[in-house]
């Protein structure tokens, strides 16, 4: 969807380790999103991004942080990574200006910490 | 900041009958109402959405409701078939401009039974 591409799809680490995961986007879309999946909690935002350079934090930011130097890559980096990270990580993008326009979802990234 | 509670976590209805998902949401500013279905493994997908302006919106057998006084919204699926098994999450956003992530439901796991 949207031309999103997340990589790693997999990855297992150590807990300590430094780990960047990284979502690319061919739709020139200004907005996006990293979101985590957890069993009993649905999905919930981590960092947004709103253009180059523009991000802000979302409702689970502690321990993450992201950056976003051009329009098609957005990173989320755990500089050091802990068991309660273990997640399924979804970015997504929408276009538009304006807000009230769907976001569209990557495949995911499985991360275990262990 | 918003809370968006779903019911039921788990719905098992027969093949051919009709399905209802219901959520309910605390921020009055909230005005985009998205439905997403994600199977095993897979990305949430967009199945539709509301904004705050429409009461009613249908395409084809799925129509999504939304009662701004109440601050609750429903998606309704009806003559249910095998493929409709999924876990479905509700979402709200206050929109405009970049600050529009998406708080989510828990989730609702639609069994259709044979």
């Not at chain 1, 985590?36 to 180059?52: A, E, M």
């Not at chain 2, 309910?24 to 199977?39: I, L, V």
């Not at chain 2, 009613?56 to 009662?67: C, F, G, W």
Request: charged share 20%.
């Amino acid at each position: 969807d949207a031309g999103i591409t997340q990589s790693p799809r997999h990855k297992v680490t150590e807990t300590g380790t430094p780990v960047t995961l990284r979502c690319h986007q061919t739709e020139n879309h200004r907005y996006m999103y990293w979101y985590r999946q957890d069993p009993g909690h649905g999905l919930r935002l981590i960092h947004y991004s709103y253009g180059v350079k523009d991000t802000d934090k979302g409702e689970v930011s502690d321990g993450y942080s992201v950056s976003r130097s051009k329009t098609e890559d957005f990173l989320l980096t755990l500089e050091s990574a802990t068991s309660s990270q273990t997640s399924v990580y979804f970015c997504a993008t929408r276009g538009g200006v304006v807000g009230n326009q769907p976001q569209h979802f990557g495949d995911g990234t499985r991360l275990s910490i262990l | 900041g918003e809370n968006v509670e779903q019911h039921p976590s788990t719905l098992s209805v027969q093949e051919g009958d009709s399905a209802v998902i219901k959520c309910t949401y605390s921020d009055s500013a909230s005005n985009y109402f998205p439905w997403y279905k994600q199977e095993l493994g897979k990305r949430p997908q967009l199945i539709i959405d509301i904004r705050s302006n429409v009461g009613e919106k249908k395409d084809q057998r799925i129509a999504v409701t939304l009662n701004k006084t109440a601050k609750h919204f429903s998606l309704h699926i009806t003559e249910t078939q095998p493929e409709d098994s999924a876990v479905y999450f509700c979402a709200a956003s206050i929109g405009g401009g970049g600050a529009d992530g998406l708080t989510f439901g828990k989730g609702t796991h639609l069994i259709i039974q044979p």
